[in-house]
Structure formats: structure tokens, C-alpha cells
């Protein structure tokens, strides 16, 4: 049973590593052209997930005030 994990997580990291490679290799970018475009990546998906965390919150409150008449 433990072999099998340990079997697992090797693969899993082999083919992490692989793969790491094959992109740096294919990438018509330069890594840091390549770093910059996945951090506004990121950063676009950080913001879309506060502005919806922030408009979840204003629904409930919202919801909160109309249900109990403030």
C-alpha cells in the first residue's frame, strides 16, 4: 500500500517536472515575459474574485435588512 503512494507521488512529480520543461521549451516568450503575463493572470482572477466576494456580502445584507425590516 505504501509502495503504491510512494510509486504515485514520484509520477506525479516526474511528470510535473516534465512538463515544466516541455513548456519552457515550446514558449515562444521569454520567462519573464512568460512570469509577468501569469501574474496579471492571476491578478485578474484575484480581483474578479473580490469583487464577487464583495458583492455576495451586499446581496446578503441586503437580504438580511429586507427580512428583518431595518
Known amino acids: 500500500m505504501f509502495g503504491k503512494i510512494v510509486d ?3 509520477g506525479l512529480i ?3 517536472f516534465l512538463g515544466a520543461v516541455v513548456v519552457s ?15 496579471n493572470g492571476f ?9 464577487g466576494k ?3 456580502r451586499d446581496d446578503l445584507e441586503a437580504d438580511i435588512k429586507r427580512r428583518w425590516g431595518e
Open 8 to 10: 504515485f507521488f514520484c
Open 14 to 16: 516526474a511528470g510535473a
Open 25 to 39: 521549451m515550446v514558449t515562444p516568450k521569454s520567462g519573464k515575459e512568460f512570469r509577468g503575463e501569469l501574474k
Open 43 to 51: 491578478d485578474e482572477i484575484k480581483l474578479d474574485y473580490e469583487l
Open 54 to 56: 464583495q458583492k455576495k
